[in-house]
């Protein structure tokens, strides 16, 4: 197994996992299978319970495994289908030593960081999928941290033990610009570079982030000083349009020819680029869209970060322009709400935990459906539909869950079954994928076009189902259910245009060149719409 080891110096934040997905888009364009992992220093065991304004989105893999958001890169620009053992934290790796010691396995010895530690680490690396024929590591954080340390040191080992053409190191790393000198500054990467051979690993190739054009005596400047060959430094100027844009733009620079060199590895077929039709949609849409995104989390761009995604797939596919307006769902709870939701072509609601703007969310749901507005609501944006219909259409003003009001007296929302007695809150919600059977003729039939699914959720409250016969009685369809217990897994409102809600997430199976159906019927009811009231 090929393996490729991705860092970042100098700063958090410049790309390490856009950068590694985009080499795996452009190692799969010349015929290889790869799988990608994520290692993350911070001791909790996932990202799971970690607030999204910090944090980012929780991504959920096929197998339930809730995720770093970079995984979520990974998936979107190669064909990987990832599980847990494609993420790992330093709380894992201690966890697993640990328990080892606990039960004896080291025999009384002394543990510590190396080598009971890297050894863990190493073992990790070495599960690696057979049918791959390379893997991407990103490990997460900055060099320097000192979190980060023990993977580093197993990184070094690793690659001490296997064959010189086997193991490659890409460090990413930042170049600024100083507009008082008017020239980029190569001293940070200097620098960067200079902790990562402290550690005893000495970067194959250099990806520099920077805002201007890297000159040929830059990049002289650089190899000279941080030991590498000046075609192994590759510029990655900050895109504009459109992160798909990446691929190309490494592709230029020859970064995949570079890493198949280094690698001793020859393409299996001419490179296949399916990022220039992509873009071109991107650069030259023939129609525009708005669509109202109500959440709680808009201080932090990335806690969306797949629903964007997936929107801006649904735009690919229909040569579309969807201009997302963020809308906080605390200031619909306020005079002047309607203001906010007003000229927009669609609204969709995400998911979410707590009670902060749960009643804004709910004013967003019931202005969509009365005034014929497409509606998509994802898991929390689901259950605050039903909320909604309960209380304007069902005549119950105290509907709600049970989770933001217990005592309600119409709790159309309930804990699952298998939480009632469970106080624990990591990895203890339903996850992963999950089989949904659709209702024959349903919209959510003929988008999908088969009776059976595969969706991903993570959720620990579900529609109470002694509540489905009113809610049908007055034109509200259950479409969807899980054939294991007969949950609701979908809710239409079939004499509206497209208003219809999900329990699982179907963002986290979009593509930029297969958009998931739901996003693309969304975005088609949207600009059906607009056409319509033009």
Same mark, same amino acid.
């Not at 799969?28 to 980012?56: A, C, I, W």
């Not at 080598?115 to 073992?123: M, S």
């Not at 000083?225 to 100027?237: L, Q």
């Not at 997302?324 to 000229?343: F, H, N, T, W, Y």
């Given at each position: 197994?090929?393996?490729?080891?991705? =860092?970042?110096?100098?700063?958090?934040?410049?790309?390490?996992?856009?950068?590694?997905?985009?080499?795996?888009?452009?190692?799969?364009?010349?015929?290889? !299978?790869?799988?990608?992992?994520?290692?993350?220093?911070? /001791?909790?065991?996932?990202?799971? &319970?970690?607030?999204?304004?910090? #944090?980012?989105?929780? *991504?959920?893999?096929?197998?339930? &495994?809730?995720?770093?958001? @970079?995984?979520?890169?990974?998936?979107?620009?190669? #064909?990987?289908?990832?599980?847990?053992? $494609?993420?790992? &934290?330093?709380?894992?790796?201690?966890?697993?030593?640990? %328990?080892?010691?606990?039960?004896?396995? *080291?025999?009384?010895?002394?543990?510590?960081?190396?080598?009971?530690?890297?050894?863990?680490?190493?073992?990790?690396?070495?599960?690696?999928?057979?049918?791959?024929?390379?893997?991407?590591?990103?490990?997460?954080? =900055?060099?320097?941290?000192?979190?980060?340390?023990?993977?580093?040191?197993?990184?070094? %080992?690793?690659?001490?033990?296997?064959?010189?053409?086997?193991?490659?190191?890409?460090?990413?790393?930042?170049?600024?610009?100083?507009?008082? +000198?008017?020239?980029?500054?190569?001293?940070?990467?200097?620098?960067?570079?200079?902790?990562?051979?402290?550690?005893?690993?000495?970067?194959?190739?250099?990806?520099?982030?920077?805002?201007?054009?890297?000159?040929?005596?830059?990049?002289?400047?650089?190899?000279?000083?941080?030991?590498?060959?000046?075609?192994?430094?590759?510029?990655?100027?900050?895109?504009?349009?459109?992160?798909?844009?990446?691929?190309?733009?490494?592709?230029?620079? %020859?970064?995949?020819?570079?890493?198949?060199?280094?690698?001793?590895?020859?393409?299996?077929?001419?490179?296949? @680029?399916?990022?220039?039709?992509?873009?071109?949609?991107?650069?030259?849409?023939?129609? $525009?869209?708005?669509?109202?995104?109500?959440?709680?989390?808009?201080?932090?761009?990335?806690?969306?970060?797949?629903?964007?995604?997936?929107?801006? #797939?649904?735009?690919? +596919? /229909?040569?579309? !322009?969807?201009?997302?307006?963020?809308?906080?769902?605390?200031?619909?709870?306020?005079?002047?709400?309607?203001?906010?939701?007003?000229?927009?072509?669609?609204?969709?609601?995400?998911?979410?935990?707590?009670?902060?703007?749960?009643?804004?969310?709910?004013?967003?749901?019931?202005?969509?459906?009365?005034?014929?507005?497409? *509606?998509?609501?994802?898991?929390?944006?689901?259950?605050?539909?039903?909320?909604?219909? +309960?209380?304007?259409?069902?005549?119950?003003?105290?509907? #709600?869950?049970?989770?933001?009001?217990?005592?309600?007296?119409?709790?159309?929302?309930?804990?699952?079954?298998?939480?009632?007695? =469970?106080?624990?809150?990591?990895?203890?919600?339903?996850?992963?994928?999950?089989?949904?059977?659709?209702? =024959?003729?349903?919209?959510?039939?003929?988008?999908?076009?088969?009776?059976?699914?595969?969706?991903?959720?993570?959720?620990?409250?579900?529609?109470?189902?002694?509540?489905?016969? +009113?809610?049908?009685?007055?034109?509200?369809?259950?479409?969807? !259910?899980?054939?294991?217990?007969?949950?609701?897994?979908?809710?239409?409102?079939?004499?509206?245009?497209?208003?219809?809600?999900?329990?699982?997430?179907?963002?986290?199976?979009?593509?930029?060149?297969?958009? $998931?159906?739901?996003?693309?019927?969304?975005?088609?009811?949207?600009?059906?719409?607009?056409?319509?009231?033009?």
């Amino acid at each position: 197994m090929k393996q490729i080891f991705v =860092t970042g110096g100098v700063v958090s934040s410049l790309g390490k996992g856009l950068t590694a997905g985009a080499l795996g888009a452009l190692l799969e364009g010349h015929g290889f !299978r790869v799988e990608l992992k994520k290692f993350d220093p911070y /001791l909790n065991l996932d990202p799971g &319970t970690m607030s999204p304004l910090q #944090h980012g989105e929780v *991504y959920v893999l096929e197998d339930g &495994t809730e995720t770093d958001l @970079d995984l979520g890169h990974y998936e979107r620009f190669t #064909h990987a289908v990832l599980g847990r053992k $494609h993420s790992l &934290t330093s709380g894992r790796i201690y966890e697993s030593v640990l %328990q080892k010691e606990r039960s004896g396995e *080291y025999l009384g010895q002394t543990v510590q960081i190396i080598p009971h530690v890297t050894d863990a680490i190493k073992e990790r690396l070495r599960a690696v999928d057979e049918q791959a024929d390379l893997c991407i590591t990103e490990i997460g954080g =900055t060099i320097g941290d000192i979190e980060s340390l023990p993977f580093l040191e197993a990184l070094r %080992q690793f690659a001490l033990e296997q064959e010189r053409e086997d193991v490659i190191f890409l460090h990413l790393t930042l170049l600024p610009y100083l507009r008082a +000198a008017e020239e980029l500054k190569t001293k940070p990467t200097q620098q960067s570079v200079a902790k990562l051979r402290e550690i005893g690993i000495q970067p194959d190739i250099l990806v520099c982030r920077t805002e201007r054009e890297i000159s040929p005596d830059v990049r002289r400047k650089i190899s000279l000083f941080c030991n590498v060959s000046p075609r192994a430094v590759v510029e990655e100027r900050d895109l504009q349009d459109s992160i798909y844009e990446l691929p190309s733009v490494l592709h230029r620079e %020859q970064l995949d020819a570079l890493v198949l060199e280094r690698l001793d590895l020859r393409p299996r077929r001419a490179y296949e @680029d399916i990022w220039s039709g992509i873009l071109r949609r991107i650069r030259e849409p023939c129609c $525009h869209s708005r669509i109202g995104l109500v959440g709680k989390y808009v201080s932090c761009k990335d806690a969306y970060k797949s629903v964007y995604e997936a929107l801006a #797939h649904a735009g690919i +596919a /229909l040569s579309c !322009r969807v201009e997302i307006r963020v809308i906080d769902a605390e200031a619909l709870e306020s005079p002047g709400a309607a203001e906010l939701l007003k000229d927009l072509d669609g609204i969709l609601v995400p998911g979410g935990f707590g009670t902060r703007g749960i009643e804004g969310k709910i004013f967003a749901a019931d202005w969509a459906r009365e005034r014929g507005i497409p *509606y998509l609501g994802l898991c929390l944006g689901m259950q605050l539909a039903a909320i909604a219909f +309960a209380r304007r259409v069902l005549g119950w003003p105290d509907a #709600h869950s049970v989770e933001f009001d217990p005592q309600s007296a119409h709790p159309v929302i309930r804990r699952l079954d298998s939480q009632r007695e =469970t106080a624990s809150l990591g990895a203890t919600m339903r996850l992963g994928s999950r089989t949904c059977l659709l209702k =024959t003729g349903s919209l959510a039939h003929r988008l999908y076009g088969e009776e059976e699914i595969f969706e991903r959720h993570r959720h620990r409250y579900e529609f109470n189902r002694e509540m489905e016969e +009113a809610f049908e009685s007055q034109g509200m369809l259950i479409s969807g !259910r899980c054939p294991d217990d007969g949950a609701v897994e979908i809710l239409e409102f079939p004499q509206h245009l497209y208003y219809l809600a999900v329990q699982f997430h179907p963002e986290f199976q979009s593509k930029p060149w297969q958009a $998931h159906p739901l996003f693309l019927g969304f975005l088609q009811a949207a600009l059906d719409r607009a056409r319509d009231h033009a």
